[in-house]
């Protein structure tokens, strides 16, 4: 489940947020929150989400800063010095992992590109500088400005990608949502399938883009009529959670494979082929067969929020 923009927004939960859960709960359904937004922790996550009221356990939170971890310690094992644009959260967290975020004067092995609210001018043309020679180049998330309640634009990491490429002529491996190894590795760590998944979310390029790839069930949140909402090729399409609450509950199922055959609005076929016919989504989950478990590779304490 995406959280900002679908559990909340900013500072704001709404209001169908902790309703759903429970209802999730009272019928069996496990959930995990994912989010790309790389600048907070996952304890920071766990943490914010304490505030609202909401207790989960760590391994119902993952990021894309996990996912990071993942592919570099499982692909490259080599790249420990880092040439880092991100928040001071961001590379701390890296760092508690075994990584080192080098400094302006020394060689990196790569360079990984995140969600800064601090970014210097100074600091981009450095890492810009090592991409354009060949360092191996990873991002932690595609989104091109993120979520506020505030009266302003919150440049986010696509939007520094989509810079560095046009200086580089070079793109990253991006490890946030649409990869579909972020939900693979969810689904193996809680033993379902992807026919027994759902990917809840608000923004079609990620969160459903994710699912298709992930060959998951799709839960689009939008205010408007499927059939408004240009390019929509999501399997449900909802106003909010109590929307998509009720459909569960209607159909009496634990299982979000039946759930999908209620079709919101003008979904279902029509929108199944315009995944398949996508040479953007990836496939089905095959993927998930030859990747290896991150929590293999990513190794910190599980705790339970309860306090």
């Known amino acids: 489940m995406d959280m900002d923009g679908t559990i909340y927004r900013g500072e704001e939960l709404f209001p169908t947020t902790l309703p759903f859960l429970r209802r999730l709960e009272s019928l069996g359904i496990g959930y995990t929150f994912l989010t790309n937004n790389s600048s907070r ?11 609202f009221g909401i207790r989960i356990r760590r391994k119902q939170m993952f990021t894309s800063t996990l996912n990071a971890v ?48 601090a970014l210097s001018y100074e600091r981009l043309c450095k890492a810009a500088w090592w991409i354009k020679r060949g360092k191996l180049w ?17 440049i986010d990491c696509g939007s520094i990608i989509a810079c560095l490429e046009k200086f580089s002529g070079l793109s990253p491996v991006v490890l946030g949502k ?20 759902a990917m809840c979310g608000d923004r079609l390029y990620t969160d459903l883009r994710l699912a298709a790839n992930a060959g998951v069930t799709g839960v689009l949140i939008s205010p408007d009529p499927p059939e408004k909402i240009p390019g929509n090729f999501a399997d449900i399409t909802v106003t909010d959670l109590e929307e998509f609450g009720k459909q569960i509950s209607l159909a009496k199922c634990g299982k979000l494979e039946n759930c999908g055959k209620l079709r919101s609005g003008k979904n279902g076929n029509q929108n199944a082929d315009k995944r398949k016919s996508d040479d953007r989504s990836g496939g089905d989950a ?13 190794e910190k304490p599980d705790y339970s929020t309860a306090r």
């Open 178 to 197: 649409p990869n579909p190894e972020i939900l693979c590795e969810i689904m193996r760590r809680n033993g379902v399938a992807p026919e027994e998944t």
């Open 286 to 298: 095959k993927g998930c067969k030859e990747t290896k478990r991150i929590e293999k590779v990513i």
């Open 138 to 154: 990873i991002a932690t998330h595609p989104d091109t400005e993120c979520p506020t309640e505030r009266d302003t634009t919150l």
């Open 41 to 51: 922790s996952v304890d920071d996550y766990i943490e914010y989400l304490y505030k």
């Open 70 to 117: 993942a592919f570099l310690k499982s692909g490259h094992p080599a790249s420990k010095r880092l040439f880092m644009i991100g928040t001071e959260v961001f590379r701390r967290e890296m760092e508690e992992y075994g990584f080192h975020d080098v400094n302006m004067t020394d060689e990196p092995d790569a360079v990984v590109t995140a969600f800064d609210t």
